[in-house]
């Protein structure tokens, strides 16, 4: 949890001083965007889910 926390406060200050010097967002600005990492993560958290599986049958 301490994580999340830290990452939300970093993201909020990357994103105060990207508005600040008026810089383009460093995030996708749409919620497709936002659906399309989130759909990378859980595709790494499912890989790491199956891959042991497949290990273990092959040798």
Request: charged share 5%; net charge positive.
């Amino acid at each position: 949890m301490k994580e999340s926390i830290l990452a939300l406060i970093t993201g909020m200050v990357v994103g105060f001083v990207f508005a600040l010097f008026r810089l383009p967002i460093p995030a996708p600005p749409v919620f497709s965007g936002i659906i399309g990492i989130v759909g990378i993560y859980l595709g790494y958290k499912l890989f790491s889910w199956i891959a042991p599986m497949f290990q273990s049958t092959g040798s």
